[in-house]
C-alpha cells in the first residue's frame, strides 16, 4: 500500500463519517416532517441514486446474483428492516430534540457489537473487553436514573445496528455496498410507498405543501435528496475501507457521534445535567479501554483482519 493510497483512504474514510456527523442538521431542516415521511423518502431516494450508478459500475449481475439466492436475500431482508428501524429511531430522536441520544447510541455500538460475538459467535471475551463492558453497562445504569428510565432511543441504535452490521458482515463476501444497499432499499419500497399513503391520507405530508418558493423549495429539495447523503457517504466510506487498516478505520468510527455529540450540546442546547456528563465519561472510558483492546489484538496476530471483535461499523 502507497503513501498516496494512504492518504486518499484516511481522506475518504473521515470525509464519510463527517458527513454522518452532519446527519442531525439534515434531519432537523426536515422538519415539520414527521419521522415516518422522513424516512420513507430517504429510503425511496436511496433506491433512486442506486439504480442510477448500477448501470455505470454494470452492476445489474452483481444484484441478479443476489436475488437468486434465497439465503443472502433472506438475510438482506432481515437486514432492511433492521437498518428501517434504525433510520425510524434516529430521525424521530432528532425530530423530538434527542441528539445526544443518538450520540450514545452509536458511541456504544461497538460494545454491543463485541456482546454480540460472545452471544452469536460463542467468542470468549478478553480482560479489557470485559472491563469496558462492565463500565458501559455501568454508564447505562447511571443515564437510566438520571433520565428516569432507560435510554431506550440509545439502546435501540446500539442494538439495531450492531446486528445490521452483523448480518452485513456475514453477507459481505457476496454483497457489495451499492449492491448491497439497492437490494435492502428496494425491499423497503413497498413499505415505504405505503407509509407515504398513509401520511398523505391523515393530512400529515410536507413535500410540496408549502409551494416551491422560499422554505418550502428548500425543503422540497432536501426531503428529494436524503438518498443522496445515504448513499454517496456509504460509496466514500467504502472506498476508504479498501485502503485503510481496520485500527485506522476503528479510530474514524468516532468522528460521528463525537460530532453528533457536539451538535446536541452547543448547536441544538439540549440539557446535559452532570449525571448526563458523568454518564458520557463512562462510555468514553470504556470506548478508550474497547480500542486498546483492539490494537492490542490486532499486534499479536500476523493478519490484522483477523482481529474481528470491537471492528469498524458504519452508519447509514
Known amino acids: 500500500m502507497t503513501p498516496s493510497l494512504d492518504r486518499r483512504g484516511l481522506a475518504y474514510g473521515a470525509s464519510a463519517y463527517f458527513i454522518w456527523g452532519l446527519f442531525p442538521l439534515f434531519m432537523a431542516a426536515l422538519e415539520p416532517a414527521g419521522a415516518l415521511e422522513i424516512v420513507a423518502w430517504r429510503s425511496i431516494s436511496s433506491l433512486a441514486v442506486c439504480l442510477a450508478i448500477v448501470p455505470f459500475v454494470r452492476g445489474w449481475a452483481r444484484i441478479v446474483a443476489v436475488v437468486r439466492d434465497r439465503t443472502v436475500m433472506a438475510r438482506l431482508a432481515v437486514a432492511s428492516f433492521v437498518i428501517a428501524l434504525n433510520w425510524g429511531v434516529m430521525v424521530y430522536a432528532v425530530v ?9 447510541g452509536y458511541y456504544i455500538n461497538p460494545l454491543i457489537t463485541v456482546t454480540l460475538g460472545v452471544v452469536l459467535l460463542g467468542e470468549r471475551l478478553r480482560r479489557l473487553q470485559l472491563v469496558a ?3 458501559a453497562a455501568v454508564a447505562v445504569v447511571v443515564l437510566a436514573v438520571e433520565m428516569g428510565g432507560l435510554p431506550w432511543i440509545s439502546l ?21 455496498a451499492l449492491t448491497g444497499l439497492t437490494v435492502e432499499t428496494a ?14 391520507i391523515a393530512g400529515q405530508a410536507t413535500l410540496f405543501a ?14 428529494l435528496t436524503t438518498g443522496t447523503w445515504t448513499a454517496g457517504a456509504l460509496l466514500i466510506f467504502a472506498a476508504g475501507a ?24 452547543w448547536h441544538f442546547h439540549e440539557p446535559m445535567p452532570p449525571a448526563r456528563w458523568a454518564g458520557f465519561a463512562l462510555v468514553w472510558v470504556a470506548l478508550v479501554l474497547i ?26
Open 210 to 223: 408549502r409551494g416551491a418558493e422560499g422554505l418550502g423549495g428548500w425543503h422540497d429539495a432536501l426531503m
Open 242 to 265: 479498501r485502503r485503510l487498516p481496520l485500527n485506522i478505520s476503528g479510530l474514524l468510527q468516532y468522528i460521528a457521534p463525537t460530532m453528533t455529540f457536539a451538535l446536541a450540546v
Open 96 to 104: 423530538t430534540d434527542r441528539v445526544a441520544s443518538t450520540s450514545l
Open 156 to 176: 435501540v441504535l446500539a442494538l439495531s445496528f450492531a446486528t445490521y452490521s452483523f448480518i452485513k458482515k456475514d453477507v459481505g463476501h457476496k454483497v457489495d
Open 187 to 200: 425491499v423497503q419500497l413497498p413499505v415505504a410507498i405505503g407509509v407515504l399513503a398513509w401520511v398523505g
Open 133 to 135: 463492558i462492565g463500565v
Open 291 to 316: 480500542t486498546v483492546d483492539s490494537w492490542r489484538a490486532r499486534s499479536r496476530v500476523k493478519d490484522p483482519e483477523a482481529a474481528v471483535s470491537g471492528g469498524v461499523t458504519e452508519p447509514v
